[in-house]
């Protein structure tokens, strides 16, 4: 059984950075395309990013591009998102999630675990 836990969150200001982890057990974790969505109050759960089996390519959502880094780490099972230059709309609980299919899934449906996800709060 597959269990991703992510940790790191907490309350920034506008401006600052914030590095999330999360980490994958039961499997092979190279195995697996990561990504990071995030869900804000009252709206649906957003793609913010993935990165491939291997590290070496990564896609993000507009929103985010410039601004946070995707990166894992296949001998610690760890994937992390960099965030910085955090804004107020960053604001949401974020969630990883582990895809054994080909890369660049952004959609919800693509990914097959999720995380219990992590709150980010950033005040203005």
């Known amino acids: 059984q597959v269990q991703l836990v992510e940790s790191g969150g907490g309350l920034v200001q506008a401006g600052g950075s914030l590095r999330l982890s999360c980490a994958l057990s039961g499997r092979t974790f190279s195995r697996y395309v990561m990504g990071w969505f995030r869900q804000a109050p009252g709206k649906e759960r957003e793609f913010v990013g993935t990165?491939?089996?291997?590290?070496?390519?990564?896609d993000y959502a507009d929103s985010v591009k410039g601004r946070f880094t995707i990166s894992r780490d296949n001998t610690k099972n760890t994937v992390y998102l960099q965030m910085d230059s955090l804004k107020p709309e960053d604001t949401a609980v974020y969630y990883c999630?582990?895809?054994?299919?080909?890369?660049?899934?952004?959609?919800?449906?693509?990914?097959?675990?999720w995380g219990q996800g992590t709150q980010v709060t950033v005040s203005s």
């Open positions: 999630a582990a895809d054994f299919g080909v890369f660049g899934g952004v959609t919800e449906r693509r990914y097959d675990y």
């Open positions: 990165i491939s089996r291997d590290g070496g390519t990564s």
